[in-house]
């Protein structure tokens, strides 16, 4: 099922005056050191604060000695040109996402099948928390999770490429 956008209709009528011009660029996250020359694999809303928003990002070919995995959470709300957090690991971040019942914790998923646990409450990049690379845990690349549950019973979702669907 495609969905035409754009305000035409099939029979043409109305197709000149509801096309062009009607998306305009708004603003744009970009950090030079943490964002040049790194694609965005995934990108995540605070439910709990929703002019936060989590982008994780792979490694930068052109720089050997910075991490592999980066995740920045950028606010929406107030017109800064950083970040407001910045979180790095050793291997590229394919997923990110933000604890649902606990607002300063994010998860990552990384290209090495582990998963990794920023907060952004310390004063610290790299993951307070992180599971041990393991044959009975992902040993392919994490590339979706999710928190899934209650309040007060609840489990985090992660499936890769090696065809398991952890819970932990």
């Not at 792979?58 to 995995?69: M, R, T, V």
């Not at 997923?95 to 998860?107: D, G, K, Q, S, Y």
């Not at 610290?124 to 019973?153: D, E, F």
């Amino acid at each position: 099922v495609f969905v035409d956008y754009t305000g035409g209709y099939e029979d043409g009528e109305g197709l000149e005056d509801k096309t062009g011009g009607k998306l305009s660029l708004n603003r744009f996250f970009y950090d030079e050191r943490w964002s040049k020359n790194r694609v965005i694999t995934s990108m995540d809303w605070s439910q709990q604060f929703p002019e936060l928003l989590a982008a994780s990002y792979n490694n930068n070919p052109d720089a050997p000695h910075e991490p592999d995995g980066v995740c920045l959470v950028w606010n929406t709300r107030f017109k800064k040109d950083t970040p407001e957090n910045i979180f790095h690991c050793q291997s590229p971040v394919m997923t990110a996402v933000f604890a649902r019942f606990h607002p300063n914790l994010i998860l990552g998923g990384t290209y090495s099948g582990q998963i990794v646990l920023w907060d952004n409450r310390h004063n610290k990049r790299t993951p307070v928390q992180r599971s041990p690379l393991s044959a009975s845990a992902h040993t392919h690349p994490v590339y979706s999770a999710r928190v899934v549950g209650t309040q007060n019973a609840h489990n985090l979702i992660a499936i890769s490429t090696d065809g398991k669907m952890c819970s932990s």
